[in-house]
């Protein structure tokens, strides 16, 4: 079976998220404050007097803005999987990309189909870097030499966190047309 599944990049060290990140990530750059509805309580792992929280789920989340956000680290002890509510919300703003349910896990993905097998190594390594810099990590599969698939989750806490949105959302942002292969023209 011709399948290449590249391991998931997981081995960058912990990271201090700086305070300002976490203002950021707390408030957005718009005002636009959304309330994440009434299984908030499920979802939060902490009050709301801890919203600087460096947990995946918070009280409060802008909708708007997941790509200017910064993925917090995920080795939290109290972090927990939002429900898929809430994650059908986050969804909205992820153009692209599914959700899916992995025997209980939810999970993100997205396909692209690329120009050669050496394309989608580039689309890779592009999204390699924003992975290292935000410390989460997707899972890469190159299927079939031009199949690009991507899967998201929160591997710590086996299901989805803002983080899996916030790299969704990144993601989403790569230039990458030049690696894709043009649509045929319709007859
Ligand atoms: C400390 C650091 O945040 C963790 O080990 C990170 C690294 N990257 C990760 N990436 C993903 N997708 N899930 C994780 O649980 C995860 N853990």
């Known amino acids: 079976m011709s399948r290449l599944l590249l391991p998931t990049l997981f081995s960058i060290s912990r990271k201090q998220v700086p305070a300002a990140s976490l203002f950021h990530n707390l408030y957005g750059r718009h005002k636009s404050f959304v309330h994440w509805t009434s299984e908030m309580s499920q979802d939060s792992v902490r009050s709301s007097t801890n919203v600087g929280s460096v947990s995946g789920a918070r009280t409060f989340c802008s909708l708007e803005d997941l790509s200017a956000k910064k993925c917090v680290p995920c080795n939290a002890k109290d972090l927990r999987p939002m429900t898929e509510q809430s994650a059908q919300e986050l969804l909205q703003k992820v153009v692209g990309w599914e959700m899916a349910n992995d025997n209980g896990t ?10 050669s097998f050496t394309k ?3 689309f890779f390594k592009r999204v390699a870097d924003i992975a290292e810099s935000e410390g989460h990590h997707p899972d890469l599969h190159l299927v ?16 989805l966190t803002e983080n899996d ?17 043009k649509k045929k023209a319709a007859q």
Not at 106 to 115: A, F, G, M, N
């Open 106 to 115: 939810l999970k993100l993905h997205r396909s692209w189909i690329v120009k």
């Open 120 to 122: 989608g190594l580039d």
């Open 144 to 159: 079939g030499w031009n199949n690009v698939k991507i899967e998201i989750w929160t591997h710590a806490i086996d299901g």
């Open 165 to 181: 949105f916030i790299l969704a959302a990144k993601i989403n942002e790569l230039q990458v047309e030049d690696l894709l292969r």
